[in-house]
């Protein structure tokens, strides 16, 4: 039994009293008149000597007495109850040990109430043939009678005045043993410091810079600032927004950098290219400067990141690495001082960021969550990431370990044009003819604005639209194939670098050599490789490429390796793709040129070849494209697993797109299967038809054909598919009876344009029990514009000060959900003294100041004050306010 369930079952009122007849009364004195007045506890104890007041069969009664005070009270009993005895036994033996201890109060204390039990313990008789709960109850029960024990020797004047004396007798010395100490040897803390100091230097000079594809031409530099290329992204949890009681159920919606000020640990999932590892960099230079960092980045001060991208750590198929080799695994050259990392992980200081679960094999996978559930158990205090993309793990895969599941959203409107325009920055004054004109066809073109949704994307767009003079390619496959284009062709032409590796090859030699390589590690369910692997690979089939055969194949590789643009190393040792993307797509066309349709179908259930499969219908040609599409319907079928039929089902339905040419009776196949899936029956479902795009839109029912759980999950599904043809289905809805319907609409505003869904979809919504969910500023803009005025409210940790204070103003909520991070991402806004306010629910992220509640304890109607986080003040709220810390 735990010592914290024992110290419920035995309150220190019932047990005291108990314990304290083991100890005889002693009068006060220091103990300076006589050499041996020391209080050795065989004269402290009642059952010693001769003026003893118990026998030995008293403190077994005592011992009986604890025992069966323990196994009152809910939960189940401590051990077998036909151990009660011998368990009794061995507690008096014990408790009698304490007589025989040869040491005073003033030592027992010093030793504390653990090492006292283990004393007592090794002076008392062994127990025999205890079973294990046994044994572990009496461990427990002994050290918590010995915690109550040195309690009362705390509070005896004798013991006072004596710890004083040899306190003072004793500093001189000990002062002089110290000065000693620390002229010959530093102080661990000093050495840690200074080993902080150089290893936080690294990581920012490591992750402070970001490619930004395509921004490598005409002279310009491989890499940017982070600062000036970061974007920051929004994450958003659960879909459910409504719980069977009729309230609705947080959503997490959060700026994904500051998931960790909210979240102690989180699993954040996102598409290839989506931001997730540009996130671990941002977090990590965040928590590694020294002086200003950027806003709302400063609950990170103090924390100490640990960067664990697991592509890395298992490459050769090593086990994960144990605190005292996070470093030397990631491939970091410094060497901390010994047991570094572990005193920085138990002082809950840590930031751990293990990058990349989707890019280690899935047999794999397990292994590394028990790997990271022993870490959880071993340190506490300190903030974890895991990155994956969205279907590498089920969900929940690590919610019982405490971890929140967000996911990235896709880049709003806003933030498209945001990365626009720092991009065309970036690039330089001769970008700038073609910004105006990009982000008008992304307003204005479809096919270019459902390709713009990550930062991937987004810069091989900005990049293409420059580098073909404001001409962009249409289609995802055809965008890759301009994308390699500019890599391979014309990269170094631009830059004016002719030939510096001495060899010229065209395009195509290039990515025949190369897709060799993506066909390996995809095949071997791996992103990264071994640089003599990779050379062997490129090497060995040189020769079979006429053009790269007139080049020693050494060359060739090293060519591929520093000029392609699609290689890099990340050690000394290995190899991968710049981006997986480069890598799937290159191995789908690897794979159709060999036809293997056979290992293609294989892996049709496996995440990590999902974009694979829907790149390979693309380069295939018509009659090779049917088969692939045949057979991914044959294996929906042939499998009884509803979960598999689903994504083989999907699958074939997203990578319909993808097809250049396709008969119409199989495309009406497609979507018919596609349709028995529909309408979605759990959140996971809706996601995953939401990846069909709009396609979708067109299969889901009408709001008067569906019940209203396939309707909230309709909902969802139309909610991620963020296009014109969206809203038009999603304003069906409006009027919905269902308040979870109309609570994923309302959540759902972040999606798209604020305007746009403010107009067809906010201010036609039945507001009848609706707690409007505002996420951002422009969102609050908004309702502030159309006047739409509310009792319930729940702002956001992104919306500013100011704006909660306008929405405060229009609404007079009487029901206001708020979060605050403080400092620069806002405090609490004022509050009007004749407030209509009666709930109110506080989310304060920032442990290092707490926030001042008393201005609120002078409003009329408050009923309820529920609060996450430090708060002052309480004591000013009147009786009738229910307070609670969440």
């Known amino acids: 039994m735990e010592p914290a369930l024992i110290g419920t079952r035995l309150a220190s009122a019932a047990i005291g009293p108990l314990l304290k007849k083991l100890l005889a009364s002693e009068g006060p004195g220091a103990g300076l008149v006589r050499k041996d007045a020391e209080v050795r506890l065989s004269g402290l104890v009642s059952f010693r000597g001769e003026k003893r007041t118990l026998t030995e069969k008293d403190v077994r009664k005592l011992a009986a007495t604890l025992v069966e005070r323990s196994w009152q009270g809910a939960g189940e009993p401590p051990f077998p109850a036909d151990e009660t005895g011998a368990v009794t036994d061995a507690l008096a033996a014990n408790l009698l040990a304490l007589g025989d201890l040869d040491m005073d109060d003033v030592q027992a204390v010093r030793l504390g109430h653990r090492d006292l039990a283990r004393r007592l313990r090794a002076a008392a008789p062994a127990p025999d043939g205890l079973s294990t709960d046994s044994a572990l109850y009496l461990e427990t029960m002994t050290e918590w009678a010995c915690l109550h024990i040195l309690e009362f020797f705390t509070r005896r004047s004798t013991f006072i005045a004596r710890s004083l004396v040899e306190q003072t007798r004793a500093q001189a010395e000990l002062l002089a043993r110290v000065d000693a100490v620390l002229t010959r040897v530093p102080a661990p803390e000093s050495e840690d410091a200074a080993f902080e100091r150089c290893y936080l230097a690294h990581l920012a000079k490591k992750h402070g810079r970001l490619t930004i594809y395509g921004v490598d031409l005409h002279h310009s530099p491989d890499e940017w600032p982070l600062d000036m290329a970061y974007l920051s992204l929004e994450a958003t949890g659960g879909e459910g927004a409504h719980e069977s009681s009729g309230r609705q159920r947080e959503q997490a919606s959060v700026r994904a950098d500051l998931a960790l000020a909210r979240h102690e640990k989180v699993l954040l999932r996102g598409l290839a290219g989506s931001g997730k590892t540009t996130l671990v960099q941002w977090l990590t230079v965040s928590a590694a400067a020294t002086e200003d960092r950027p806003e709302g980045m400063a609950y990170l001060r103090g924390r100490v990141p640990f960067v664990l991208p697991l592509r890395a750590l298992t490459r050769h198929g090593e086990r994960l690495p144990s605190p005292d080799r996070f470093l030397s695994a990631a491939g970091c050259p410094l060497t901390p001082p010994d047991g570094w990392t572990d005193r920085v992980l138990a002082a809950g200081r840590g930031l751990v960021l293990v990058d990349g679960i989707d890019e280690i094999p899935e047999a794999e996978r397990g292994r590394a969550r028990d790997w990271l559930r022993d870490l959880l158990g071993a340190y506490e205090g300190n903030r974890w990431l895991v990155t994956s993309r969205p279907t590498a793990v089920r969900d929940d895969w690590l919610a019982p370990d405490g971890f929140a599941e967000l996911t990235l959203a896709p880049m709003a409107r806003a933030e498209v044009a945001t990365f626009v325009r720092r991009w065309h920055r970036a690039a330089g004054p001769e970008a700038a003819v073609y910004e105006r004109p990009l982000l008008d066809s992304l307003r204005t073109a479809e096919h270019v604005a459902q390709l713009a949704t990550n930062p991937l994307m987004c810069g091989l767009i900005c990049a293409l639209h420059r580098d073909r003079r404001g001409f962009l390619p249409r289609g ?245 598919v963020t296009t014109d043809a969206a809203l038009l289905y999603l304003a069906r809805f409006v009027r919905h009876p269902s308040l979870e319907v109309r609570s994923q609409l309302i959540w759902s505003w972040f999606r798209f344009d604020p305007r746009s869904y403010a107009d067809e979809i906010v201010t036609h919504l039945d507001p009848e029990g609706l707690i409007f969910t505002v996420h951002r500023d422009a969102e609050a803009d908004e309702l502030i514009r159309l006047g739409l005025t509310t009792p319930w409210l729940d702002i956001g940790g992104m919306v500013s000060t100011d704006r909660v204070a306008a929405l405060l103003s229009l609404c007079d909520p009487t029901y206001l959900r708020l979060e605050r991070f403080g400092g620069d991402m806002g405090g609490m806004p004022p509050m009007s003294p004749s407030a209509r306010l009666k709930y109110f629910e506080l989310r304060w992220h920032n442990s290092n100041a707490a926030l001042d509640l008393a201005p609120l304890a002078s409003l009329p109607h408050l009923e309820t004050v529920e609060v996450y986080g430090p708060v002052t003040g309480i004591e000013h709220f009147p009786s009738r306010v229910r307070f609670t810390s969440l």
Request: charged share 30%; with cysteine.
């Open 476 to 720: 995802r496959k055809a965008l890759y194939e301009a994308a390699l284009s500019m890599l391979l062709s014309r990269r170094d032409r631009e830059r004016d670098m002719g030939a510096p590796t001495g060899l010229v090859l065209d395009e195509a030699p290039q990515i025949q050599l190369i897709q060799r390589l993506a066909y390996w590690l995809t095949l071997n369910g791996r992103t990264q490789m071994d640089r003599d692997r990779a050379s062997s690979i490129v090497t060995g089939a040189v020769p079979a490429v006429m053009e790269a055969s007139a080049y020693p194949p050494d060359r060739v590789f090293t060519h591929l390796l520093h000029r392609s643009g699609l290689l890099r190393e990340p050690t000394a040792d290995t190899v991968e793709f710049v981006h997986r993307t480069f890598q799937d797509y290159l191995a789908a066309k690897a794979l159709v040129d060999h036809w293997d349709i056979g290992v293609l179908v294989h892996h049709a259930a496996d995440d990590q070849w999902e974009d694979v499969i829907r790149m390979a219908v693309g380069h295939a040609r018509p009659r090779e494209c049917a088969e692939i599409l045949g057979e991914l319907l044959k294996a929906a079928d042939a499998t009884e697993d509803r979960r598999v039929r689903l994504r083989l089902t999907l699958l074939a339905a997203t990578a319909l797109d993808h097809a250049t040419e396709l008969s119409p009776d199989l495309r009406e196949e497609v979507l018919r299967r596609t349709g028995e899936v529909i309408p979605p029956r759990t959140p996971e479902e809706a996601r995953q038809l939401a990846e069909v795009g709009p396609l979708v839109l067109g299969l889901l029912g009408a709001p008067e054909k569906l019940t209203d759980e396939e309707a909230v999950y309709s909902v969802t599904t139309a909610s991620h």
